[in-house]
């Protein structure tokens, strides 16, 4: 299972930190990605790390200001997002990809987690 949660209300220009737990898997075999929706769109990867965690990757619209981290002992992935900005405003997801791939590729997903909504707002 995985569980996301840290999202909230934030205005343009502040930070946010996500938080998603594993549970029941045996971390180190999964990348884990960070998606996100916004209302009207298609659902967006936007930040992947590899299981090992040595590579990590992230989309244009999020480069520079997204940080993505895992922390093996507490089975979680983090993702720092700084500067933000209205149109970052979704429900972010964070999923499994079944994979030791040393690149973090977070394509061919196995598992969702519940979304947690991020509101970007003045």
């Known amino acids: 299972q995985l569980q996301a949660s840290g999202g909230g209300l934030v205005q343009p220009g502040g930070s946010l930190r996500l938080s998603c737990a594993a549970s029941?898997?045996?971390?180190?075999?999964?990348?884990i990605g960070w998606f996100r929706q916004a209302p009207g769109k298609e659902r967006e990867r936007i930040s992947c790390?590899?299981?090992?965690?040595?590579?990590?990757d992230y989309a244009e619209s999020v480069k520079g200001r997204f940080t993505i981290s895992r922390d093996k002992a507490k089975n979680t992935v983090y993702l720092q997002m700084n500067s933000l900005k209205p149109e970052d405003t979704a429900v972010y997801y964070c999923a499994t990809e079944h994979s030791r791939s040393i690149y973090a590729n977070c394509y061919y997903i196995n598992n969702w987690g519940k979304g947690t909504q991020v509101t970007v707002s003045s």
């Open positions: 790390i590899s299981s090992s965690g040595g590579d990590t």
């Open positions: 029941g898997l045996f971390f180190d075999d999964y990348a």
